[in-house]
């Protein structure tokens, strides 16, 4: 049998990878403005082979989304540890989406010429992608009815004023799409340094029927402690938070109830 390097033990060329100072862009992109971006009409007219040309004709399609993925520190962390879980991120800023593209095709060739044999399955990274889009409009575009395991809303913006509470991305609207793509036990993980949108999306979540409050010992307890970790140390702004002597409020929720 071939021998793989684990991806602990995997180096990147570092050479390879696109510089965030190349993809400058706005903090912050209107989730109400029409981002000319095409759609899929429904997640089974997506191809994924495209996205996961590794895994094509396994029939298989995401089961981990990180909504607002940023600069996707969380899949790039993920990918190793879940190489067999598609995952994907859904960005709405160009430059940034570009960025995460890029900084994942530049990984699938580092890690591909750095594995030393490969034996059975793909190489490191195959398994993650992102796709430009605005999640508070089309994210059951391409995401079947309970095809999601988990969830992922890692700092998302806090639009601070009450005006514009209803471009949060957690709003009592938009849970009810997130029920639909979850599957019955299927987590949404959230995490912020801002308390107040940390106690905003506890409030609706908790008050949505179809999601119930599950806590951090509870999931570490089901072995899920490694995504736990990714969520408080793995993204961007995670990291930007612990530099700047941040506080960081966890909450996750289970999808509970009927199918
Ligand atoms: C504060 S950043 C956090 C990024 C990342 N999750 C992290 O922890 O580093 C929030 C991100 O969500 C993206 N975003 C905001 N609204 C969005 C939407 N409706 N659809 C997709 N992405 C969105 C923003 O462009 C931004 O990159």
């Known amino acids: 049998m071939g021998k793989r390097k684990r991806a602990s033990q995997q180096t ?13 862009q706005r903090a912050h992109a209107n989730p109400f403005s029409d981002h000319s971006l095409q759609y ?5 007219a997506v191809d ?48 940034v989406s570009q960025y995460v593209q890029d900084r994942i095709a530049a990984l699938r060739v580092s890690s591909q010429s750095d594995t030393e044999v490969s034996d059975s399955g793909p190489s490191p990274f195959q398994n993650v992608s992102i796709v430009r889009a605005n999640a508070m409009k089309f994210l ?13 809303f890692l700092f998302p913006d806090p639009h601070f004023k009450s005006r514009k509470h209803k ?7 938009l849970l ?9 036990g ?9 308390q107040d949108l940390h106690d905003w999306m506890k409030t609706h979540l908790t008050a949505f029927p179809l999601f119930e409050p599950v806590d951090e010992e509870t999931l570490r307890s089901e072995g899920k402690g490694p995504i736990i970790d990714a969520v408080y140390t793995s993204t961007e702004e995670g990291k930007k938070v612990e530099r700047n002597g941040g506080q960081k409020w966890l909450a996750c929720f289970r999808r509970v109830g009927v199918q």
């Open 12 to 24: 990147v060329d570092t050479a390879l990878l696109p510089q965030k100072k190349h993809y400058r």
């Open 40 to 44: 899929p009409s429904a997640p089974h």
């Open 48 to 95: 994924w082979s495209v996205h996961y040309p590794a895994f094509a004709g396994t029939g298989r399609a995401p089961a981990f989304a990180d909504v607002g993925c940023g600069f996707g520190g969380l899949l790039i962390s993920l990918a190793p540890i879940f190489p067999d879980t598609l995952m994907l991120g859904m960005e709405i800023r160009v430059q």
């Open 140 to 152: 059951p575009n391409y995401f079947g009815k309970h095809s999601l395991c988990a969830l992922f």
């Open 167 to 173: 471009a949060r991305i957690i709003s009592p609207t």
């Open 176 to 184: 009810a799409e997130y029920a639909y793509v979850l599957r019955l």
């Open 186 to 194: 299927g987590i949404v993980y959230t995490i912020t340094d801002v």
